[in-house]
T-cell receptor, first 114, second 115 residues
Framework: AQKITQTQPGMFVQEKEAVTLDCTYD???????LFWYKQPSSGEMIFLIY??????QNATEGRYSLNFQKARKSANLVISASQLGDSAMYFC???????????FGTGTLLAVQP | EAGVTQFPSHSVIEKGQTVTLRCDPI?????LYWYRRVMGKEIKFLLH????????ESGMPNNRFLAERTGGTYSTLKVQPAELEDSGVYFC?????????????FGEGSWLTVV
Protein backbone atom coordinates (compact mmCIF):
# COMPACT_ATOMS: atom_id res chain seq x y z
CA ALA A 1 0.00 0.00 0.00
CA GLN A 2 1.11 3.54 -0.61
CA LYS A 3 1.19 6.24 2.02
CA ILE A 4 2.10 9.91 2.28
CA THR A 5 3.13 11.55 5.54
CA GLN A 6 3.19 15.29 6.10
CA THR A 7 4.38 15.86 9.65
CA GLN A 8 3.90 19.63 9.76
CA PRO A 9 0.27 20.56 10.35
CA GLY A 10 1.17 24.26 10.22
CA MET A 11 4.11 26.45 9.32
CA PHE A 12 4.95 30.14 9.56
CA VAL A 13 7.42 31.93 7.32
CA GLN A 14 8.41 35.55 6.91
CA GLU A 15 7.75 37.16 3.58
CA LYS A 16 10.71 36.86 1.17
CA GLU A 17 12.23 33.96 3.07
CA ALA A 18 12.42 30.37 1.85
CA VAL A 19 10.40 27.58 3.44
CA THR A 20 10.54 23.79 3.20
CA LEU A 21 7.43 21.67 3.53
CA ASP A 22 8.14 18.07 4.41
CA CYS A 23 6.74 15.02 2.70
CA THR A 24 7.75 11.41 3.12
CA TYR A 25 6.22 8.50 1.29
CA ASP A 26 6.00 4.78 1.42
CA UNK A 27 5.61 2.61 -1.63
CA UNK A 28 6.89 -0.68 -2.98
CA UNK A 29 6.30 0.28 -6.59
CA UNK A 30 9.41 1.07 -8.64
CA UNK A 31 7.46 3.51 -10.81
CA UNK A 32 5.58 6.32 -9.14
CA UNK A 33 4.97 10.03 -9.30
CA LEU A 34 4.94 12.65 -6.59
CA PHE A 35 2.78 15.76 -6.74
CA TRP A 36 2.39 18.92 -4.74
CA TYR A 37 -0.86 20.87 -4.79
CA LYS A 38 -1.75 24.20 -3.24
CA GLN A 39 -5.21 24.90 -1.87
CA PRO A 40 -5.80 28.58 -1.11
CA SER A 41 -8.82 29.79 0.83
CA SER A 42 -10.81 29.88 -2.40
CA GLY A 43 -10.79 26.09 -2.34
CA GLU A 44 -9.27 25.28 -5.70
CA MET A 45 -6.57 22.62 -5.81
CA ILE A 46 -3.73 24.12 -7.83
CA PHE A 47 -1.08 21.84 -9.29
CA LEU A 48 2.40 23.07 -8.39
CA ILE A 49 5.06 20.53 -9.27
CA TYR A 50 5.64 16.92 -10.26
CA UNK A 51 8.55 14.52 -9.68
CA UNK A 52 8.77 11.13 -11.33
CA UNK A 53 10.56 8.30 -9.57
CA UNK A 54 12.91 7.84 -12.51
CA UNK A 55 13.70 11.51 -12.94
CA UNK A 56 17.39 12.13 -12.41
CA GLN A 57 17.09 15.77 -11.48
CA ASN A 58 14.99 17.53 -8.91
CA ALA A 59 11.91 19.18 -10.39
CA THR A 60 11.68 22.96 -10.43
CA GLU A 61 8.83 25.29 -11.40
CA GLY A 62 9.57 28.94 -10.87
CA ARG A 63 9.83 29.56 -7.12
CA TYR A 64 8.94 25.95 -6.36
CA SER A 65 11.47 23.17 -6.24
CA LEU A 66 11.23 19.63 -5.05
CA ASN A 67 14.03 18.18 -2.92
CA PHE A 68 13.70 14.54 -3.99
CA GLN A 69 15.70 12.07 -1.93
CA LYS A 70 14.71 8.68 -3.26
CA ALA A 71 16.70 6.57 -0.82
CA ARG A 72 15.10 8.38 2.10
CA LYS A 73 11.69 8.40 0.40
CA SER A 74 11.24 12.08 0.85
CA ALA A 75 9.93 14.73 -1.53
CA ASN A 76 10.07 18.05 0.26
CA LEU A 77 8.69 21.18 -1.38
CA VAL A 78 10.87 24.26 -1.21
CA ILE A 79 9.28 27.64 -1.81
CA SER A 80 11.81 30.40 -2.33
CA ALA A 81 11.16 34.09 -1.68
CA SER A 82 7.79 33.53 -0.01
CA GLN A 83 4.95 35.86 -0.90
CA LEU A 84 1.79 36.68 1.02
CA GLY A 85 -0.18 34.89 -1.68
CA ASP A 86 1.61 31.66 -0.83
CA SER A 87 -0.48 31.35 2.33
CA ALA A 88 -2.52 28.20 1.75
CA MET A 89 -2.82 24.49 2.46
CA TYR A 90 -0.22 22.39 0.69
CA PHE A 91 -0.80 18.74 -0.12
CA CYS A 92 1.72 16.15 -1.13
CA UNK A 93 0.42 13.17 -3.12
CA UNK A 94 1.75 9.99 -4.70
CA UNK A 95 0.47 7.89 -7.55
CA UNK A 96 1.55 4.58 -9.00
CA UNK A 97 3.01 4.78 -12.46
CA UNK A 98 0.32 2.63 -14.04
CA UNK A 99 -2.66 4.44 -12.58
CA UNK A 100 -3.78 7.96 -11.86
CA UNK A 101 -5.11 7.27 -8.38
CA UNK A 102 -3.60 9.81 -6.01
CA UNK A 103 -2.92 9.14 -2.34
CA PHE A 104 -2.78 12.39 -0.39
CA GLY A 105 -1.15 13.45 2.81
CA THR A 106 -2.99 15.39 5.49
CA GLY A 107 -1.59 18.71 4.30
CA THR A 108 0.45 21.55 5.76
CA LEU A 109 -1.09 24.96 6.39
CA LEU A 110 1.43 27.64 5.48
CA ALA A 111 1.06 31.19 6.74
CA VAL A 112 3.31 33.85 5.24
CA GLN A 113 3.80 36.81 7.54
CA PRO A 114 4.63 40.34 6.35
CA GLU B 1 -8.40 27.16 -21.91
CA ALA B 2 -10.98 26.51 -19.21
CA GLY B 3 -9.95 24.39 -16.25
CA VAL B 4 -11.97 21.80 -14.45
CA THR B 5 -15.25 23.39 -13.42
CA GLN B 6 -17.62 22.18 -10.75
CA PHE B 7 -21.16 23.08 -9.82
CA PRO B 8 -22.50 23.96 -7.33
CA SER B 9 -19.64 25.49 -5.42
CA HIS B 10 -21.58 25.21 -2.17
CA SER B 11 -24.65 23.23 -1.19
CA VAL B 12 -26.50 22.90 2.10
CA ILE B 13 -29.10 20.13 2.27
CA GLU B 14 -31.01 18.29 4.94
CA LYS B 15 -30.29 14.74 5.90
CA GLY B 16 -32.22 12.40 3.65
CA GLN B 17 -32.30 14.75 0.68
CA THR B 18 -30.60 14.25 -2.63
CA VAL B 19 -27.77 16.31 -4.08
CA THR B 20 -26.23 16.12 -7.53
CA LEU B 21 -22.79 17.54 -8.17
CA ARG B 22 -21.59 18.26 -11.66
CA CYS B 23 -18.09 18.34 -13.11
CA ASP B 24 -16.89 19.53 -16.49
CA PRO B 25 -13.35 18.33 -17.15
CA ILE B 26 -10.75 20.12 -19.21
CA UNK B 27 -11.64 19.77 -22.87
CA UNK B 28 -10.03 16.73 -24.43
CA UNK B 29 -9.35 14.98 -21.13
CA UNK B 30 -10.66 11.44 -21.30
CA UNK B 31 -9.84 10.73 -17.67
CA LEU B 32 -12.08 12.13 -14.98
CA TYR B 33 -11.83 11.54 -11.25
CA TRP B 34 -13.84 12.25 -8.16
CA TYR B 35 -12.19 12.79 -4.78
CA ARG B 36 -13.54 14.01 -1.50
CA ARG B 37 -12.28 15.42 1.75
CA VAL B 38 -14.44 15.06 4.79
CA MET B 39 -13.72 17.24 7.80
CA GLY B 40 -10.34 16.57 9.36
CA LYS B 41 -9.47 13.71 7.04
CA GLU B 42 -7.27 13.24 4.00
CA ILE B 43 -8.43 13.78 0.47
CA LYS B 44 -9.64 10.38 -0.69
CA PHE B 45 -10.11 8.93 -4.14
CA LEU B 46 -13.67 7.97 -5.06
CA LEU B 47 -13.60 6.83 -8.67
CA HIS B 48 -12.05 7.17 -12.10
CA UNK B 49 -13.75 7.38 -15.48
CA UNK B 50 -12.08 6.77 -18.79
CA UNK B 51 -14.45 8.41 -21.21
CA UNK B 52 -17.86 7.07 -20.17
CA UNK B 53 -16.57 3.89 -18.52
CA UNK B 54 -15.85 3.45 -14.83
CA UNK B 55 -12.21 2.37 -14.67
CA UNK B 56 -11.95 2.20 -10.90
CA GLU B 57 -14.70 2.80 -8.39
CA SER B 58 -12.96 1.25 -5.41
CA GLY B 59 -13.21 4.43 -3.37
CA MET B 60 -16.97 4.86 -3.50
CA PRO B 61 -18.10 4.66 0.12
CA ASN B 62 -21.48 2.96 -0.36
CA ASN B 63 -24.42 2.59 -2.70
CA ARG B 64 -25.83 5.98 -1.76
CA PHE B 65 -23.28 7.43 -4.15
CA LEU B 66 -23.84 7.20 -7.90
CA ALA B 67 -21.49 8.64 -10.49
CA GLU B 68 -22.21 8.91 -14.17
CA ARG B 69 -20.47 10.26 -17.20
CA THR B 70 -22.83 10.09 -20.10
CA GLY B 71 -21.18 10.56 -23.47
CA GLY B 72 -17.77 10.81 -21.91
CA THR B 73 -18.01 14.54 -21.33
CA TYR B 74 -19.25 15.98 -18.05
CA SER B 75 -19.87 13.85 -14.99
CA THR B 76 -22.36 13.91 -12.17
CA LEU B 77 -22.07 12.55 -8.66
CA LYS B 78 -25.36 11.98 -6.89
CA VAL B 79 -25.72 11.37 -3.18
CA GLN B 80 -29.09 9.86 -2.28
CA PRO B 81 -30.09 9.95 0.52
CA ALA B 82 -27.48 12.24 2.02
CA GLU B 83 -26.22 11.55 5.53
CA LEU B 84 -24.44 13.86 7.97
CA GLU B 85 -21.09 12.11 7.42
CA ASP B 86 -21.24 12.98 3.72
CA SER B 87 -20.42 16.60 4.51
CA GLY B 88 -17.14 17.71 3.00
CA VAL B 89 -15.54 18.93 -0.16
CA TYR B 90 -15.99 16.95 -3.35
CA PHE B 91 -13.26 17.50 -5.90
CA CYS B 92 -13.35 16.62 -9.53
CA UNK B 93 -10.14 16.24 -11.50
CA UNK B 94 -9.14 15.36 -15.02
CA UNK B 95 -6.11 14.28 -16.98
CA UNK B 96 -5.28 13.70 -20.59
CA UNK B 97 -3.85 10.23 -20.09
CA UNK B 98 -2.98 7.73 -17.43
CA UNK B 99 0.40 6.76 -16.15
CA UNK B 100 3.84 8.06 -15.49
CA UNK B 101 4.23 11.77 -15.95
CA UNK B 102 0.60 12.67 -16.49
CA UNK B 103 -0.56 15.65 -14.50
CA UNK B 104 -3.95 15.63 -12.83
CA UNK B 105 -5.78 18.94 -12.68
CA PHE B 106 -8.38 19.64 -10.03
CA GLY B 107 -11.41 21.87 -9.90
CA GLU B 108 -12.37 24.21 -7.09
CA GLY B 109 -14.47 21.63 -5.35
CA SER B 110 -18.11 21.44 -4.36
CA TRP B 111 -18.59 22.08 -0.66
CA LEU B 112 -21.42 19.96 0.69
CA THR B 113 -22.98 20.47 4.09
CA VAL B 114 -25.61 18.02 5.28
CA VAL B 115 -27.63 19.25 8.26
Amino acid sequence: AQKITQTQPGMFVQEKEAVTLDCTYDTSDPSYGLFWYKQPSSGEMIFLIYQGSYDQQNATEGRYSLNFQKARKSANLVISASQLGDSAMYFCAIKRGATNKLIFGTGTLLAVQP
Amino acid sequence: EAGVTQFPSHSVIEKGQTVTLRCDPISGHDNLYWYRRVMGKEIKFLLHFVKESKQDESGMPNNRFLAERTGGTYSTLKVQPAELEDSGVYFCASSQAVGYGNTIYFGEGSWLTVV
